[in-house]
């Protein structure tokens, strides 16, 4: 890596496919070698978990909401700067939306272009959550998402230069060779590799080789934006931010297991295939950065505590980050049932909705587009 210049990686993938998980542990990684760190995250809407889980671990992150990096390529720089200005970091890490594609010719390239020779640009890694992977090519039966949404998917592994089998202790070997093979002969001269964020598998070479690769120059994929905009939109986005307080303590881990479990009840009824199901919950009485997290990736898996509070909590803010394929006014009714379900079942807490947002994102028009 140049003395003079920062290193730019962004880690791109599905909804659900482990990005900020591996965003985090890659932080963590380059900042036990000495380097410094700045982190950029990016979604359709503000108030996001991704960022708090982040900003929780201590490290400097820019948040940017209203559309994709694509969409918003001066607030990526601006974001950019800002941290520069503040932290003077040696590496950015960006962090794309989830349904985003087409990132090489509008993010990477234009960013080389316009700003080589303030950064090094590394491969574009795209990570895939492997039983969704499993089930978009054909490997399994299960629940998935319709052909347009499956074309955005599929868009997001042509244009990678590393495909990233993540969570691979979800599958057996077998079943990751398998997989790994599939994509190989489906994306012919993509790098295939597994990692385990969960175990640390495979991430030492994957870290490396963002750190040391360029990525490499070649024609910009053919996308079709009108097929893309309508993937997009069959995708509901919710955020939401609530106040939870009790007259007696309550026990935030299990809330946020019996409120998820709710949801994912009520949403797999409504036929709502889940891409992304995430929350965070900070106690107002808790030290800074504490929190406790909870993720859902699929209808059908379980709903996995990340982060616990040790403590029972008096009250806090709970942050709902929700996007599924289904209707957005619909997803937020099944999230305030849920909450109405939920609150009763434990004793004297009060869940007070302060602020939603429930949408599906617009068509996406590019701020650049190199060839």
Same mark, same amino acid.
């Given at each position: 890596m140049s003395s003079t210049k920062a290193r730019y990686i962004m880690i791109g993938g599905f909804l659900g496919a482990g990005k900020t998980t591996t965003v985090g542990k890659l932080a963590h990684y380059l900042s036990d070698q000495g380097l410094k760190v700045g982190l950029i995250t990016n979604d359709q809407a503000g108030s996001?978990?991704?960022? $708090? *889980? *982040?900003?929780?671990?201590?490290?400097?992150?820019?948040e940017i909401a209203g559309g994709c990096f694509c969409c918003r390529f001066g607030s990526l720089v601006d974001a950019a700067g800002r941290l520069a200005e503040s932290e003077r970091p040696d590496v950015f890490i960006a962090e794309p939306v989830g349904s985003c594609t087409d990132?090489?010719?509008?993010?990477?390239?234009? *960013?080389r272009r316009m700003y080589g020779d303030a950064f090094t640009i590394a491969p574009l890694a795209v990570l895939v959550d492997p039983v969704r992977a499993r089930r978009v090519l054909g490997l399994d039966a299960g629940g998935s998402f319709s052909s347009k949404v499956v074309y955005i998917f599929k868009k997001q592994l042509e244009e990678a230069d590393i495909i990233v089998i993540s969570k691979s202790d979800l599958v057996s070997a077998a079943e990751r060779e398998e997989l790994k093979a599939a994509l190989e002969r489906e994306f012919p001269g993509t790098?295939?590799?597994n990692v385990s964020p969960r175990s640390g598998e495979g991430l030492t070479e994957l870290f490396d080789q963002l750190m040391t690769d360029?990525?490499? $120059?070649?024609?910009?994929?053919?996308?079709?934006?009108?097929?893309?905009?309508e993937g997009e939109a069959l995708l509901g986005w919710l955020n939401a931010t609530v106040s939870l307080a009790a007259a007696d303590e309550f026990e935030a881990n299990d809330f946020l297991k019996a409120l998820a479990a709710e949801a994912q009840q009520r949403l797999r009824a409504m036929n709502a295939e889940i891409a992304h199901f995430k929350m965070t919950y900070s106690p107002d009485d808790g030290i800074a950065g504490e929190l406790a997290s909870i993720n859902l990736v699929r209808s059908d898996s379980t709903p996995e505590l990340g982060m616990e509070l040790d403590e029972p909590s008096e009250g806090g803010q709970l942050i709902i980050n929700l996007r599924a394929e289904g209707d957005p006014a619909s997803l937020m009714q099944a999230v305030h049932d849920s909450l109405a379900a939920t609150t009763p079942k434990f004793a004297s807490l009060t869940a007070t909705l302060e602020h939603e947002e429930h949408f599906r994102p617009g068509k996406p028009t590019p701020t650049h587009r190199d060839a």
């Open positions: 996001l978990v991704d960022t $708090k *889980l *982040l900003r929780g671990q201590g490290f400097a992150t820019e990132l090489v010719a509008t993010v990477t390239y234009p *960013l790098k295939v590799m360029e990525q490499a $120059k070649k024609s910009s994929m053919l996308v079709d934006y009108e097929v893309y905009a």
